[in-house]
């Protein structure tokens, strides 16, 4: 007997057109202003089902599958720009436009939240308020990855390397990759049950090469448009509030001092969790994003 596959509950999904060739696969809820939820790796927008249902009650509540992932197109990489932050963060304008959005606040983990800070630096006039969950930004990232306690990123070097022996890797043992990062970022295996996890290994199985682009993209024109930022004194002028675990503490870094330099008006909070927040603490996150949106 077929099974019903996991989904937000009280969710729509609908594939929305963003560009000409790319669609994205939106998951959208609720009335009200709107919110747009940014999944990371190796998810896909189902990892905000315990989050999403519960801003919908205030807001309108939109969760993509970011170009390259989930149920979403992967177009190839020719150039290294497909899937740059300043491209997937323009599919995000054009997905909010597409549902009747000029303005929104935008909440992102992981690989999301990168693309949620490049749309903010991006686009200061779309974003009114940001959340980030567990990152840093990207020129940050690299700053403080150094020594033996960079073996915790060592899949950031691994997809960093040019196009084919990265991908041949993965694809030869993807749920092993994948489910590693499943397993090792949990602190409560109950957050991830099998039918979840299942349906993240399924989706990251079929799109190693798009995964792949997006991280050697964080590599290198990524960094390019941070450092430009950067000299520059582009910051987030929005409210700013960033969730992280402590992980600072064992690789040698102030978190909140970096992200000071990023924005002005932040509010920087260490949770007691693993990386898959919204998963293992949904009620906390719902509480900072719903404080954020306040300012």
């Given at each position: 007997?077929?099974?019903?596959?996991?989904?937000?509950?009280?969710?729509?999904?609908h594939?929305?057109?963003?560009?000409?060739?790319?669609?994205?696969?939106?998951?959208?809820?609720?009335?009200?202003?709107?919110?747009?939820?940014?999944?990371?790796?190796?998810?896909?927008?189902?990892?905000?089902?315990?989050?999403?249902?519960e801003?919908?009650?205030?807001?309108?509540?939109?969760?993509?599958?970011l170009?390259?992932?989930?149920?979403?197109?992967?177009?190839?990489?020719?150039?290294?720009?497909?899937?740059?932050?300043?491209?997937?963060?323009?599919?995000?304008?054009?997905?909010?436009?597409?549902?009747?959005?000029?303005?929104?606040?935008?909440?992102?983990?992981?690989?999301?939240?990168?693309?949620?800070?490049?749309?903010?630096?991006?686009?200061?006039?779309?974003?009114?308020?940001?959340?980030?969950?567990?990152?840093?930004p990207?020129?940050?990232?690299?700053?403080?990855?150094?020594?033996?306690?960079?073996?915790?990123?060592?899949?950031?070097?691994?997809?960093?390397?040019?196009?084919?022996?990265?991908?041949?890797?993965?694809?030869?043992?993807a749920?092993?990759?994948?489910?590693?990062?499943?397993?090792?970022?949990?602190?409560?295996?109950?957050?991830?049950?099998?039918?979840?996890?299942?349906?993240?290994l399924?989706?990251?199985?079929?799109?190693?090469?798009?995964?792949?682009a997006?991280?050697?993209?964080?590599?290198?024109?990524?960094?390019?448009?941070?450092?430009?930022?950067?000299?520059?004194?582009?910051?987030?002028?929005?409210?700013?509030?960033?969730?992280?675990q402590?992980?600072?503490?064992?690789?040698?870094?102030?978190?909140?001092?970096l992200?000071?330099?990023?924005?002005?008006?932040?509010?920087h909070?260490?949770?007691s969790?693993?990386?898959?927040?919204?998963?293992?603490?949904?009620?906390?996150v719902?509480?900072?994003?719903?404080?954020?949106?306040?300012?």
């Open positions: 007997m077929p099974t019903t596959p996991p989904a937000i509950p009280g969710f729509a999904e594939r929305i057109p963003v560009t000409d060739d790319i669609t994205l696969n939106t998951a959208t809820g609720g009335t009200g202003t709107p919110v747009i939820l940014l999944h990371g790796f190796p998810q896909t927008h189902l990892m905000w089902r315990h989050v999403a249902p801003l919908a009650a205030e807001h309108t509540v939109i969760c993509p599958d170009r390259g992932y989930g149920a979403s197109d992967k177009p190839t990489d020719p150039d290294g720009t497909t899937y740059s932050k300043r491209t997937m963060a323009a599919d995000v304008i054009a997905l909010a436009k597409a549902l009747g959005h000029e303005r929104f606040a935008l909440v992102g983990h992981d690989r999301g939240a990168l693309v949620a800070i490049r749309a903010g630096l991006d686009h200061p006039d779309k974003v009114t308020h940001l959340a980030s969950l567990d990152v840093l990207t020129l940050d990232m690299w700053d403080v990855m150094r020594g033996t306690s960079a073996a915790v990123g060592f899949h950031l070097y691994l997809m960093a390397q040019p196009p084919g022996l990265p991908e041949q890797l993965i694809e030869a043992s749920d092993a990759f994948f489910g590693h990062f499943l397993d090792v970022w949990t602190r409560d295996p109950a957050a991830l049950p099998p039918e979840i996890r299942a349906a993240y399924a989706a990251s199985r079929a799109a190693v090469p798009s995964i792949v997006d991280y050697r993209a964080s590599a290198g024109i990524d960094v390019t448009h941070d450092r430009a930022d950067r000299e520059a004194d582009r910051r987030l002028r929005m409210p700013v509030t960033v969730l992280q402590d992980w600072g503490t064992a690789l040698g870094f102030d978190a909140a001092r992200w000071s330099a990023w924005a002005p008006d932040l509010r909070t260490t949770v969790c693993g990386h898959f927040m919204a998963e293992e603490a949904p009620e906390e719902v509480k900072a994003v719903r404080d954020l949106l306040t300012r």
